[in-house]
């Protein structure tokens, strides 16, 4: 099953848009029983299954006019589960932390994700703004002290994410100890959030095995593989609900998708590749983004599918 | 003018509770115009008129039937804006994050706000079980980029907060430089949300110039005042803005509330006792809260009012 939101922003009070089933091909929906995805994933056991139900998708999908899947979050959580990723990182940002066996995560803004195609603001140019292509998930409750095993049976959704980061103000904040805010703005979401059973085989031991496409100005960037997760999405949920009940609707991201053969496949992030540049040659060469500059971001299926459909998005002044 | 949300959890759809206008004497109130504090918010300019209108208070108030006056937020950022608290957590953490003239603040869990005489569960008490006593804010829709003095204006509602800690996850936690997850579960609010005009004088330069009374299982425990913030709620909230709209109902934290003269009149958290016996003893003497544990905290004004109400809980085991 595949779900989308239709942008109602523009409506008073339809700030979390209007939930359609969508067509196995994407290319039509049908309206769901329940207004939005929040008041869905609150009451998921009954109302999987009569969107699960709907056979008929009467009208055309114009993707100008998605919102995210999920437009704002109780709560945004965000990993650092691809281990490359992470050691170039300590290069480019110039803080190495202490190393152990527990997941890296964050709490981001979650009063916000942008539509696939939305144009994204940035307060200015100066303060390195990048693209970070993840994949995420969604869970409906999950009760504190919930063990990685069990939840796997929360994860309701798979997402595509793009996390998007201003990079000269990530060190500073990480010296702090408090982790990101003004380096973490809103992030992205792809079209469709889609049950783990849309994904066959490539949903394994709670990683998605899947391609990432990242192009930046029409070239291709990055195509990373999902499967190298050294957390799979249950050990983040369980980790993320070790002190806390996790509210329905909660997202859960995995951290940028990265390989070991980054110098082969490219990377999901800029940054990534200005370590890989200052280990090459001992300084970065790419600069971060400028105003009008592109992202494209693709989760792609062995099988040449999208199940999560297309972000493509511009990047402007605030 | 003061706000109280009633308990409405046990219906269904009813998280957000009921909003009530309270009478001046703390005693009786009157049911508000619109249903919940966040639909407020949202229309401040329109919907705060007709609040304060409200002169008539025909209901007798039950303080064990308040929610948090906000019961969830899209949004909460707890600051740390008194240095020497900033100081003596670094003994207690033994981490010394690099120190800089930018406010400190990271984002919390915000999906649920403990009611003022909610039991508070916890998964165990080797954890290092403490509470925080803090002021906070709640805004309006503030933009990107607004400045500090135009955050001011924005500043529509005055808390008061326990932002519960787990302390002996916290340094690991800052050690990954991805700030705190299990370390802080979700906070607790006093009874009521009050506009800055209730605090009269005590409001000045964006700080809370009132004592905050903490009491733990019947003792006194602290008596810091909210005056000797670095940097006030406004420059907190303009932070917190510079790369990233804040949602209507956004709640920002001063961080725990201590005074120089620490040795005097306490602290507003174990830690800070903890770090106090550091220097003066080399060594910790106070322990962390046990289940079955009580605190209380109460804002109290130069002439005795207490604007906030008061937080009176218990510990227990989840």
């Given at each position: 099953m595949?779900l989308?939101?239709?942008d109602?922003s523009a409506q008073?009070g339809?700030?979390?848009?209007m939930?359609?089933?969508?067509?196995?091909d994407?290319?039509?929906?049908?309206?769901a029983?329940v207004?939005?995805?929040?008041e869905?994933?609150d009451?998921?056991?009954?109302?999987?299954p009569?969107?699960?139900?709907?056979?008929?998708?009467?009208?055309p999908?114009?993707?100008?006019?998605?919102?995210?899947?999920?437009?704002?979050?109780?709560?945004?959580?965000?990993g650092?589960?691809?281990?490359?990723?992470?050691?170039?990182m300590?290069?480019?940002?110039?803080?190495?932390p202490?190393?152990s066996d527990?997941?890296?995560?964050y709490?981001?803004?979650?009063?916000?994700?942008?539509?696939?195609?939305d144009?994204?603001?940035?307060?200015?140019e100066?303060?390195?703004?990048?693209?970070?292509?993840?994949?995420g998930?969604?869970?409906?409750?999950?009760?504190?002290g919930?063990?990685?095993?069990?939840?796997m049976?929360?994860i309701?959704?798979?997402?595509?994410?793009?996390?998007w980061s201003?990079?000269?103000l990530?060190?500073?904040e990480?010296?702090?100890g408090?982790?990101?805010v003004?380096?973490?703005p809103?992030?992205s979401?792809?079209?469709f959030?889609?049950?783990?059973?849309?994904?066959?085989?490539?949903?394994a031991d709670g990683?998605?095995c899947?391609?990432l496409?990242?192009d930046?100005?029409?070239?291709?960037f990055?195509?990373?593989?999902?499967?190298?997760?050294g957390h799979?999405f249950?050990e983040l949920?369980a980790?993320a609900?070790?002190?806390r009940?996790?509210?329905a609707g909660?997202?859960i991201g995995?951290g940028t998708?990265?390989?070991p053969?980054?110098r082969e496949i490219g990377?999901?992030?800029i940054a990534?590749?200005?370590g890989?540049?200052?280990?090459d040659?001992?300084?970065?060469?790419?600069d971060?983004?400028a105003f009008g500059?592109?992202v494209?971001?693709?989760?792609?299926?062995?099988d040449?599918?999208?199940?999560?459909?297309?972000?493509?998005?511009?990047v402007?002044?605030?």
């Amino acid at each position: 099953m595949r779900l989308a939101t239709l942008d109602a922003s523009a409506q008073p009070g339809k700030r979390d848009g209007m939930l359609v089933v969508v067509s196995p091909d994407g290319g039509h929906f049908a309206p769901a029983p329940v207004k939005t995805l929040q008041e869905a994933l609150d009451n998921w056991a009954a109302v999987a299954p009569r969107l699960a139900a709907i056979g008929d998708f009467p009208q055309p999908l114009d993707p100008a006019r998605l919102a995210a899947p999920l437009p704002r979050a109780w709560q945004w959580l965000d990993g650092s589960a691809f281990a490359c990723h992470g050691e170039l990182m300590d290069k480019v940002l110039g803080v190495v932390p202490e190393k152990s066996d527990r997941p890296l995560m964050y709490q981001g803004v979650s009063s916000h994700f942008y539509g696939p195609h939305d144009d994204v603001r940035f307060p200015g140019e100066e303060f390195g703004i990048d693209f970070e292509g993840e994949f995420g998930v969604i869970v409906d409750a999950v009760p504190m002290g919930t063990s990685a095993a069990e939840a796997m049976a929360h994860i309701r959704l798979i997402v595509q994410i793009n996390d998007w980061s201003l990079r000269k103000l990530a060190g500073p904040e990480m010296k702090t100890g408090f982790g990101w805010v003004q380096a973490k703005p809103p992030c992205s979401m792809a079209p469709f959030a889609v049950t783990p059973d849309e994904l066959g085989s490539v949903w394994a031991d709670g990683r998605v095995c899947a391609d990432l496409l990242v192009d930046w100005n029409g070239r291709r960037f990055g195509a990373a593989n999902g499967a190298p997760m050294g957390h799979g999405f249950h050990e983040l949920v369980a980790h993320a609900a070790a002190t806390r009940d996790l509210v329905a609707g909660t997202v859960i991201g995995s951290g940028t998708v990265s390989n070991p053969n980054y110098r082969e496949i490219g990377s999901s992030c800029i940054a990534e590749r200005r370590g890989i540049e200052i280990v090459d040659h001992g300084a970065p060469r790419t600069d971060f983004m400028a105003f009008g500059d592109t992202v494209r971001m693709e989760g792609r299926l062995p099988d040449g599918r999208s199940p999560f459909g297309v972000i493509e998005q511009k990047v402007v002044k605030a």
